[in-house]
């Protein structure tokens, strides 16, 4: 199983950028989709993005398409999620997530999440 940990959170102004890595530990990295996903206080966790195991597709949630890039190194098992023009209401936990399925429905490993601020 593989397990991960992710960085690169922080407290930001709105309009900044941030990138969050997720670093894998594991020889299996290259098989699974990697999805990135956030929780803001009171909130379920939602879906953000994800990217196919060989990174030759991704997808997006409408909140951050053209703001957001998720990409991956697969010989450095890491996946990063580029986030440009962040706005206050991205405030949230960010976590990276593995699964052998784009549709996430099952999730074979967590990060323990990153806290990404943005203020105003």
């Known amino acids: 199983q593989v397990q991960l940990v992710e960085s690169g959170g922080g407290l930001v102004q709105a309009g900044d950028s941030l990138r969050l890595s997720c670093a894998a530990t594991?020889?299996?990295?290259?098989?699974?989709?990697m999805g990135w996903f956030r929780q803001a206080p009171g909130k379920e966790r939602q879906f953000v993005s994800a990217?196919?195991?060989?990174?030759?597709?991704?997808y997006y949630a409408d909140s951050v398409k053209g703001r957001f890039t998720i990409s991956r190194d697969n010989a450095k098992n890491t996946v990063y999620l580029q986030m440009n023009g962040l706005k206050p209401e991205d405030t949230a936990v960010y976590y990276c997530?593995?699964?052998?399925?784009?549709?996430?429905?099952?999730?074979?490993?967590w990060g323990q999440g990153t806290q990404v601020t943005v203020s105003s």
């Open positions: 997530s593995a699964s052998y399925s784009m549709s996430f429905v099952k999730i074979e490993s």
């Open positions: 990217i196919t195991s060989n990174g030759g597709h991704t």
């Open positions: 594991g020889r299996t990295f290259s098989s699974y989709a």
